[in-house]
């Protein structure tokens, strides 16, 4: 599965911004999807993954109860809607393919290009 990642932006503080990550090939809906973000000079860093049905969700610490991972296996996309962004949530995000459920990066195979996010005022 190929995926490309969008909607990324430049937001203050407090906003929202809502991601998505459309996927080509087949079987969309036999993968387990995930959110990371890379911030500049740390590694790549888990945010919140999905099962195949859409029914669990799984997230980091740092972004739960402001963040929410969904996806729409009929559209073959993914998204996460960010809210209450801080500065620290500034970093590249990816959207990534896995068979079964980790928060590990060393897991997922299948991984879109990023898309930029930047809280500041």
């Known amino acids: 599965v190929q995926l490309q990642a969008s909607g990324g932006g430049l937001v203050q503080p407090g906003g929202s911004l809502r991601l998505s990550c459309a996927a080509s090939?087949?079987?969309?809906?036999?993968?387990?999807m995930g959110w990371f973000r890379r911030a500049p000079g740390q590694e790549r860093a888990f945010v919140a993954s999905?099962?195949?049905?859409?029914?669990?969700?799984y997230y980091a610490d740092s972004v739960k109860g402001r963040f929410t991972i969904s996806r729409d296996n009929a559209k073959k996309s993914v998204y996460l809607q960010m809210n209450s962004l801080k500065p620290e949530d500034t970093a590249t995000y990816y959207c990534?393919?896995?068979?079964?459920?980790?928060?590990?990066?060393?897991?997922?195979?299948?991984w879109g290009q990023g898309t930029q996010v930047t809280v500041s005022s």
């Open positions: 090939g087949r079987h969309f809906s036999s993968y387990v």
């Open positions: 999905v099962t195949r049905s859409g029914n669990s969700t």
């Open positions: 990534a393919a896995t068979t079964a459920p980790s928060s590990s990066p060393m897991r997922y195979k299948n």
